[in-house]
C-alpha cells in the first residue's frame, strides 16, 4: 500500500512540474541581462533582461501565458517549437 501511495505521490509531483511546459506558463527563473547595443544600420537596441537558452521557448518572457517580472507585462507570442 505505502508503494502505491508513494507512485501516486510521484505521478502528480512530476505532472505538476511539467505542467508549466505543456501549456506555456512559468517563466524560466534563469535569465541574463544583455547591454545596449548598435545594430548595422544604425538602430539603438536598449539593454535587457531576457531567459537563457534551452531546448524549449514556452518558458521565454515574451511567449503566451508567462509574466515578465521586469516590466510587468504578459508574453502574447506562440511558442514554435
Same mark, same amino acid.
Given at each position: ?5 508513494? /507512485?501516486? *505521490? ?13 501549456? *506555456?506558463?512559468? +517563466? ?11 545594430? +548595422?544600420? *544604425? ?11 534551452? +531546448? /524549449?521557448?514556452?518558458?521565454?518572457? *515574451? /511567449? +503566451? ?12 507570442? /506562440?511558442?514554435?517549437?
Amino acid at each position: 500500500m505505502k508503494t502505491v501511495y508513494m /507512485t501516486i *505521490g510521484f505521478v502528480l509531483a512530476a505532472t505538476a512540474a511539467q505542467a508549466q511546459y505543456l501549456s *506555456g506558463t512559468g +517563466s524560466n527563473p534563469s535569465t541574463h541581462r544583455s547591454s545596449g547595443y548598435t545594430t +548595422s544600420t *544604425g538602430t539603438y537596441v536598449q539593454p535587457y533582461v531576457a531567459t537563457n537558452p534551452n +531546448s /524549449t521557448q514556452r518558458d521565454n518572457y *515574451g /511567449t +503566451s501565458g508567462n509574466y515578465n517580472p521586469n516590466n510587468g507585462t504578459f508574453g502574447t507570442r /506562440t511558442p514554435r517549437y
